[in-house]
Structures are given as structure tokens and as C-alpha cells.
């Protein structure tokens, strides 16, 4: 199911644009979304989930217009969507949760929906707290239920919202395969600002910045778009110029792993990662995102 | 919508919050109600359960509506309302939905208080008729009542915090009650837009009995002299009775109607 963006605004109070002439196509198949905090992905992600509405610009979902409500109706019978943080209603048990949300998303067949319930507490693996109310499940529980209730109607498309954030190492690698093996015949929108979730699943990537787009293209071209400007340096004197990547104490020093266009003095060469791309690119500069905040998405209200 | 109701049903049933508040409700009624029951019950059976009903007619929506205040605005609150906003189920069907399964939720012990006391009216004193009173009743004053009331409670607070409107609502509720003279204090007492139903009272089951520490027989509906609002005060006949309840009916139809104006404009 292919996404057209085509020249999107959302404004909010005040003239502040969230979403900043964004053009962008998502085709079939895994595709992340990536950004800082503030980027405009939540506020991207519920325009495409039909519970904002642009301000202006063309959204369409497999040739619907999520700017009509008969065209919202159609992508949300396609939709499976799991939104940043989600809620959940305490007094139910999962089973009655995902049994309600299905029940919304038109599996009216109670054998029907009764199996599908039992099959995705099973992929989620809570079918032995399934008659437990949701009050009493930890946060990690809760994502799981997210997840479940996303996949709920099989949907054709899959938005998924920092889907592995609450989750442990385990549980996060679990579901990101999930997600990837979800997504032969779907399309699966990862939005996240963790950036090996983006490098374990997804070929192609969009990069948000400040409501704009700054890179599309496919992981290995983010990755390499950081050749030539990575590089190490041990020392114990101070931090080397450009952006900081990572800081490891050592016996004779701090190994500083940082990107710039410059070799640092005593800089050695190093082959980038998908997290060295993506902070390279020009419209994300650490300098540039600590002196200038980047507007306010509708999530962050 | 069915799906709504019957989970939103199952939520408030299950909300310890719920029980709380009516437990102090029916404490609130006892005192109330309790003086009275032994005289209530060696009245004959109209008016024995008119006046069951204008007692309950004062605490048990105030408890009925704090109980409500929180439920639409709670989706929005805590997020869950992305989630079902994104599903196929068209909101005003939610609402609804919604509307139906809390107030009904909400309702049931209002409704075992009235049955309860017909219940041991008929059994004491063979009356079976109380019975048909009751239903009579509930379904043509308290029904309409509970209906604007869970209307009222699920909207407002789109615009006013919960709290706010409890307060406001307990204001309201007493100022339009019939414990507010309307000679003395411009009320809405005794007008067609009376939530407590004086029109039907009055005109649908005949009663005329004095209203609480009057002592004397009086009316529930109709011109008041030198009142204010006398406008809204026409003569009791079956056509104003009727008048008064589709007022109500109207009202929640409103106020259902800004609160999926107010969802919707979220989105904007």
C-alpha cells in the first residue's frame, strides 16, 4: 500500500509548522522514519493515521485522501497503528481489550475474532496474563498489547510510533523481526529515533528535520553518506571538534569516535555506521540542533 | 455503537469509584428518605412512589452526573482515543455508543433504589400497581433527566476540567430542583426546561402534594406569580407535559452533538 505525500503543511497555533512542505513517497515494503525529537514525525505520523488533518498538501494512502473522511474511512480499515504512547483501558483484561478493538475494526465474526485475539496474545506472548486487567500489566506488557492490537484486523498497512521504546534488549529485538516479517506484502512504517531499529529492519529511510525532509533514499546511501568524515582519536586532553558520536574510557585515554568534514589531530579513519550517516547530514549538525529548537510536533503539545 | 456500550457498560461497572460514590449517594438518600419511608409506605401507591421519586430526584443524579463527568474526556487524557479514532467504527457511533453503556452503567443502582422501594411497598401492602407506577414514572420523569444529565456530564467537560463542572453541576442541579423557591430566587424551577420533571409530575400523574418543607399543596409546573422566567412557565396540560420532555430529549441530542463537533475539531 504506497504512501504520496505530496508538498504537506501542518501549522499550529501561532504559524508554527510542524510539517514544512514535506514531499515524500513510501512504497511497499519496511521504510523508516527517522528524526530528533521534535523532527515532525509524530505529528507526520498522525496526519498519515487520519487523526490530523493537514493544513495543506495532498496525502494519499493506496489512492485515498486522508484529507476526506471517506478516504479516512478507507485507510482506517486498512490500518494497523501503534501510536508513541499508548493507552490503555485499566478495567479490562487484554483479551476484553483486543477483543473491543476488533470489534471497532469490524471482526464481527465473535469465532473469528475470539481465534485472532488468541493467536496475537500468543505472537505477543501474554496468552498467560490474558484474563489479567491492564492495570496490573508493567509497561512493557502494555507495548506488547499495543502491538498486538495493531496487527489485530492483518492490516495492509502498519504505522508503527517508537514501537520498541519500554521494551528490553530481548523483547525489542523480537519485535523488530516482527515487524520485518510483516512487512513481504505490507507496507510497515517505522518511525523512531533510535537508529539501529532502522539499521536492523528497514531498506530505504526518510530523514525529518525540523518538519522538512532531510535525506530519502535507501540505508547503505545514508551510511555511506558519512565516507571519509568518521573518524577515532584516544586521547586525554580535551574532546575533538565535530559531532561526537561516542566516548569509550580506555586504559591510555577516551577513545572519541566523532564526524567531521576535518580530520581531527591524530584522526584515524573509520568505516561509517547507518548512526554516522544520519548524523552527518548538513540539516541535522549537533551545533545546529542545540542552538536552534526544532518546532513542536502536535505529540509534544 | 454496541460494542461501545457494551464495554463502556462493563468499565463503569467495574470502576470501585462508582460504588464509592454510591454508597454516599444512597447515605445521602437514607437521610433524606428515611424519616419519611414509614408514612411513605401507608400512602396509596401513586403517590406513595411520586414522592420515592422527587426525594431520589435530588442526590441520586448529582452522584450520577460526577460519576459521568470523566469518561469522554478521559479518552483523549490518557491516549486512547488515538487508538480507537484510528479504527473504521466512525466516532459519533463511539459516542454514542459511549453515551449509552455510562449511562446505563450509571443508572442501574438509581434504577434498584426505586424498584427496590416499589418493590417493598407492593410486598407490604399487596399493591402490585406500585410496580406499574414506578415504570410509569421512571420512564416518564427520571428517564429524560438522566438522559440530559449523562448528556450534559459527557460534554461539558470538553470545555471545563471534570472538577469545574462537578461543581458547577451541583450548583445547577439544586438551583433548577424545587428547592428553590421560584417566588424568592429567579430559578428554572417549575419550567418546561426543569430537568426534575415538574411538568410530567404534575400533569401525567396528578400530584399536587407540597413540595419539600412547604407543608402545603402546591404546584410543580406552570406560571408562578411575580416570578421571573414565567415565559418558560406555560399552563400544565398533556401537550407542555410532553413539551418538557423533548425539551430534555433536545438538549442531550445538543449537547451530544458539541461534544463530536469538539472531537472533531481536534483533528483540526
Known amino acids: ?59 494519499l494512502i493506496g489512492g485515498h485522501d486522508v484529507a476526506t473522511k471517506a478516504g479516512r474511512r478507507d ?54 496474563d490474558a484474563d489479567r486487567k491492564l492495570k496490573t500489566y508493567s509497561g512493557g506488557m502494555r507495548r506488547r498489547i499495543g502491538i498486538a492490537q495493531a496487527l489485530l484486523a492483518d492490516p495492509r498497512l502498519l504505522i508503527v510510533d517508537e514501537p520498541t521504546v519500554g521494551l528490553d534488549p530481548q523483547e525489542r529485538i523480537r519485535f523488530r523481526t516482527l515487524l520485518a516479517q510483516l512487512a513481504g506484502q505490507r507496507t510497515v512504517l517505522l518511525s523512531t529515533h533510535i537508529v539501529d531499529d532502522i539499521a536492523q529492519t528497514c531498506r530505504h529511510v526518510a530523514v525529518l528535520s525540523r518538519g522538512r525532509l532531510a535525506f530519502n533514499g535507501t540505508v547503505e546511501a545514508l551510511t555511506t553518506h558519512a565516507n571519509g568524515r568518521v573518524w577515532t582519536v584516544v586521547t586525554t586532553g580535551p574532546q575533538p571538534t565535530g559531532i561526537l558520536v561516542s566516548a569509550l574510557p580506555e586504559s591510555d585515554g577516551v577513545r572519541y569516535r566523532v564526524v567531521s568534514q576535518t580530520p581531527p589531530p591524530d584522526g584515524q579513519p573509520t568505516n561509517p555506521t547507518l548512526e554516522d550517516g544520519y548524523l552527518s547530514l548538513p540539516d541535522l549538525g549537533v551545533s545546529d540542533r542545540r542552538e536552534r529548537r526544532a518546532p513542536r510536533s502536535a505529540r509534544d503539545r | ?130 410496580l406499574l407506577w414506578t415504570l410509569a414514572m421512571f420512564g416518564a420523569i427520571t428517564l429524560p433527566a438522566l438522559l440530559f444529565v449523562g448528556a450534559l456530564a459527557l460534554s461539558v467537560p470538553l470545555a471545563a476540567p471534570p472538577a469545574v463542572f462537578r461543581v458547577l453541576f451541583v450548583g445547577y442541579w439544586i438551583w433548577t430542583s ?5 417566588r424568592l430566587v429567579p430559578t428554572l424551577s417549575q419550567t418546561v426546561v426543569d430537568p426534575v420533571g415538574g411538568y410530567p409530575i404534575q400533569v401525567f400523574f396528578g400530584y399536587h402534594g407540597g413540595h419539600a418543607g412547604s407543608g402545603g399543596p402546591s404546584d410543580w409546573a406552570g406560571p408562578v406569580p411575580g416570578a421571573v422566567f414565567n415565559v418558560v412557565r406555560p399552563t400544565p396540560n398533556q401537550a407542555t407535559a410532553w ?25 483540526q
Open chain 2, 243 to 267: 413539551l418538557s420532555i423533548g425539551i430534555l430529549l433536545g438538549l442531550s441530542v445538543l449537547c451530544l452533538s458539541f461534544a463530536q463537533l469538539a472531537r472533531e475539531r481536534r483533528a
Open chain 1, 1 to 59: 500500500m504506497r504512501i504520496d505525500i505530496q508538498h504537506l503543511v501542518k501549522s499550529f497555533r501561532r504559524d508554527v509548522r510542524a510539517l514544512d512542505d514535506l514531499t515524500l513517497t513510501v512504497p511497499t515494503g519496511m521504510f523508516g522514519l527517522l528524526g530528533a525529537n521534535g523532527a515532525g514525525k509524530t505529528t507526520l505520523i498522525r496526519v498519515l493515521a487520519g487523526l490530523l488533518r493537514p493544513t495543506s498538501g495532498r496525502v
Open chain 2, 1 to 130: 455503537m454496541t460494542a461501545t456500550l457494551r464495554y463502556e457498560l462493563r468499565m463503569q461497572l467495574r470502576r470501585p469509584a462508582m460504588w464509592a460514590v454510591t454508597a454516599v449517594t444512597l447515605v445521602l438518600l437514607w437521610l433524606l428518605i428515611g424519616p419519611e419511608l414509614p408514612m411513605l409506605l401507608r400512602e396509596p401507591a401513586r403517590i406513595a412512589m411520586i414522592r420515592t421519586i422527587i426525594f431520589c430526584d435530588v442526590p441520586l443524579p448529582i452522584g450520577f452526573a460526577f460519576l459521568i463527568a470523566d469518561r469522554l474526556v478521559r479518552d483523549g487524557r490518557t491516549g486512547v482515543a488515538a487508538i480507537l479514532d484510528a479504527t473504521p467504527t466512525a466516532g459519533w457511533r463511539r459516542l454514542i455508543g459511549k453515551y449509552l453503556g455510562c449511562v446505563t452503567a450509571t443508572g442501574l443502582p438509581i434504577v434498584a433504589v426505586y424498584f427496590g422501594i416499589a418493590v417493598a411497598y407492593a410486598a407490604r401492602n399487596s399493591a402490585p400497581q406500585a
Open chain 2, 178 to 182: 424545587y428547592l428553590v423557591p421560584p
Open chain 1, 75 to 128: 485507510v482506517h480499515r486498512a490500518l494497523g497503528y501503534l501510536p508513541q504512547d499508548l493507552a490503555v483501558y485499566p478495567e479490562l483484561t487484554a483479551r476484553e481489550f483486543l477483543d473491543y478493538l476488533g470489534l471497532l475494526k469490524g471482526i464481527d465474526d465473535p469465532v473469528l475474532r475470539r481465534r485472532r485475539v488468541g493467536e496475537l496474545l500468543e505472537v505477543v506472548s501474554l496468552s498467560g
